[in-house]
């Protein structure tokens, strides 16, 4: 994961030469990068948690997906201000991909949880499959981590209320399903890449 600059941030100014940064970096100049990750690692990260409400988690996710796009589709940028334009519709387009998958990963859960107590209409091979494999999946959580998912995603209850329930902080219960869904996702995943 990526980590906040420990160096005091050096803002571009009119001795950054953009044109020069960006056709280095296009070239892949491995120096240009590091002077890049100066100069934009945190002014990019704040402006992604003001774009994600202050969700640290969620905007740091975003700041890699979008230096994985800086690297794959940088060209040379002048003056600064394009480059910076460039850099945010980058970093907006990656919160809102984010959006779409976590929507779309709530949206299986849900249908999950509906489908255990009637038989949902709509539902096509293909997610049927995905269900199935996510209740093979949450078979092997923790009975603790399997009630809070039931409680959240099955009963729809809010954090909240799952938080006063358990003595906990909300803070504390979104970390842990946080957790869960991480862990949900990457046995999905790795069972998907190696299905045959």
Same mark, same amino acid.
Do not use: C
């Given at each position: 994961?990526?980590?906040?600059?420990?160096?005091? @941030?050096?803002?571009? /100014?009119?001795?950054?030469?953009?044109?020069?940064?960006?056709? /280095?970096?296009?070239?892949? !100049? @491995?120096?240009?990068?590091?002077?890049?990750?100066?100069?934009?690692?945190?002014?990019?990260?704040?402006?992604?948690?003001?774009? +994600?409400?202050?969700?640290?988690?969620?905007?740091?996710?975003?700041?890699?997906?979008?230096?994985?796009?800086?690297?794959?589709?940088?060209?040379?940028? !002048?003056?600064?201000? $394009?480059?910076?334009?460039?850099?945010t519709v980058l970093a907006r387009s990656?919160?809102? !991909?984010?959006?779409?998958?976590?929507? =779309?990963?709530?949206?299986?859960?849900?249908?999950?949880?509906?489908?255990?107590?009637?038989?949902?209409?709509? &539902? /096509?091979?293909?997610?049927?499959?995905? &269900?199935?494999?996510?209740?093979?999946? #949450?078979?092997? #959580?923790?009975?603790? !981590? =399997?009630? #809070?998912?039931?409680r959240k995603y099955g009963e729809g209850?809010?954090?909240?209320?799952?938080? +006063?329930? &358990?003595?906990?902080?909300?803070?504390? $219960?979104?970390?842990?399903?946080?957790?869960?869904?991480?862990?949900?996702?990457?046995?999905? #995943?790795?069972?998907?890449?190696?299905?045959?």
């Amino acid at each position: 994961m990526l980590k906040e600059s420990s160096k005091v @941030e050096s803002a571009p /100014d009119e001795r950054t030469d953009v044109a020069r940064l960006t056709s /280095d970096m296009a070239a892949n !100049d @491995e120096a240009a990068y590091r002077k890049f990750y100066e100069l934009y690692f945190n002014r990019l990260l704040r402006y992604l948690l003001v774009l +994600s409400s202050g969700n640290e988690e969620a905007a740091r996710e975003a700041l890699q997906t979008t230096m994985l796009r800086v690297v794959r589709h940088v060209r040379r940028f !002048d003056p600064e201000e $394009v480059f910076w334009s460039w850099l945010t519709v980058l970093a907006r387009s990656s919160v809102v !991909d984010a959006e779409r998958k976590r929507k =779309r990963y709530f949206g299986l859960l849900e249908r999950f949880f509906y489908s255990k107590s009637s038989n949902p209409p709509g &539902i /096509d091979e293909t997610e049927s499959g995905l &269900i199935e494999l996510l209740e093979k999946s #949450l078979e092997k #959580l923790s009975y603790e !981590d =399997r009630e #809070l998912m039931e409680r959240k995603y099955g009963e729809g209850e809010s954090v909240k209320s799952i938080a +006063s329930g &358990i003595g906990a902080t909300e803070k504390a $219960v979104e970390s842990r399903l946080g957790r869960i869904r991480r862990q949900l996702k990457e046995v999905i #995943l790795h069972h998907l890449k190696h299905e045959k």
